[in-house]
């Protein structure tokens, strides 16, 4: 459980939520919302949008995967650990409300497992340059 491994996960997990969202956003609403008449236009232009900013944090991680210890690579652990908390939270919350399907208790499981991936890394301390 390493950084380099982190980053590829993130990174992998990122370019397939964001390769679905960019360009099949009907496909995830299906999915994931409980009322898929919520979809419309601009539904679909936000879920686009998060998409392609998934798709770049995806290749941001994928090049810090071989990075030296230094502020910027701890800086992207700490974004992934209160991203993958945020997430957590708010998908938490839109299942609960019926927003959101039980399906996406697996992005809540599968952002959780990353918050705590990344917490720990941080409390190792090893991810700064001297």
Known sequence: MNIKNLFSTVSLICLSFGVTLAFFPDYIGNQYLTDPS?????????????????????????????????????????????????LVIVHSLA??????????WVTVFISVVLTVWSGMLLRQGTDVAA
């Open 38 to 86: 919520w979809i419309n236009p601009g539904a679909k232009l936000v879920a686009q949008g998060y998409g392609t900013l998934l798709i770049a944090f995806a290749v941001a991680c994928w090049y810090g995967r071989g990075a030296e210890p230094s502020l910027g690579r701890r800086a992207m652990i700490v974004l992934i650990l209160l991203s993958d908390l945020a």
């Open 95 to 104: 299942i609960i409300n019926k927003v959101e399907t039980p399906i996406a």
